[in-house]
């Protein structure tokens, strides 16, 4: 096997998993349509829930001082969200979701963008995207993706019952992302401590919370401008461990 099939076989499953939620969900009722993204919601809150317990991790909490465990993860999405807004970020992404959804000729009225975002963001975040395609591309073995690919599938399929061709879309943000951290491991091996993978953990199970939230039509935060908090995360942790 070459670097990068782990990815390859996630890309493949995500579009799969869409293609069929889209099929069945073409079949289904309004009602149930919107009963089932509220149902999404919730399993995207739970997600966050187990993606936030590292917080409390002896790993994580042993490598700063006392209080800083908490400090860290808001310092990293305060200055990740003043990055991403400036950048505008979230207009961008929107922009990208738009312009996708016209070449995959969906109607105005559909939830193309947000089936987009919010699956992108779903399948990017977590221990498994990052160690999975580091593995990968330190050709140690595809385990991890495999299973994120599998957890993907269903997931990919069940979003998209409700939220459309946005789903499938999101597979090639979810691509770059996973190439690029498979090759961080060809070229530099392991590069993230166990910490700093718990930082960025923690700041993207807050960030689900959000995908949570704006599912039940609960609050719309614009998580797309804290995308580069992130990358601050595991830099803060690194600096914090260090320094102080």
Do not use: C
């Not at 061709?165 to 961080?184: K, R």
Request: no cysteine; charged share 10%; hydrophobic share 55%.
């Amino acid at each position: 096997m070459f670097p990068g099939i782990g990815t390859l076989i996630n890309f493949v499953t995500i579009i799969s998993g869409a293609s069929i939620g889209v099929l069945v969900g073409n079949r289904m009722a309004p009602k149930t349509r919107v009963l089932l993204t509220d149902v999404l919601g919730l399993v995207t809150l739970l997600g966050a829930a187990s993606a936030l317990l590292p917080m409390w991790s002896n790993r994580y909490t042993s490598a700063f001082p006392r209080g800083w465990s908490l400090l860290v993860v808001l310092g990293a999405l305060l200055i990740g969200g003043l990055i991403g807004s400036a950048l505008d970020l979230e207009t961008k992404l929107d922009s990208l979701g738009e312009n996708l959804r016209r070449r995959f000729k969906a109607s105005e009225e559909s939830r193309f963008v947000e089936g987009f975002v919010s699956a992108a963001l779903l399948f990017a975040i977590g221990p498994l995207a990052i160690l999975g395609s580091i593995s990968d591309g330190m050709s140690t073995g595809i385990d991890q993706l495999l299973l994120k690919s599998t957890l993907d599938f269903f997931a990919a399929m069940a979003f998209a019952s409700s939220l459309g061709w946005g789903v499938a879309a999101s597979a090639i943000p979810v691509g770059i992302y996973q190439g690029f951290w498979t090759v961080a491991g060809l070229f530099l091996g392991e590069i993230l401590s166990p910490y700093q993978v718990d930082a960025m953990t923690v700041v993207g199970g807050v960030m689900l919370i959000t995908i949570g939230l704006k599912l039940l039509n609960i609050k719309n935060v614009a998580v797309g401008n804290l995308l580069p908090a992130l990358a601050t995360a595991p830099l803060l942790a690194l600096a914090v461990h260090s320094f102080l």
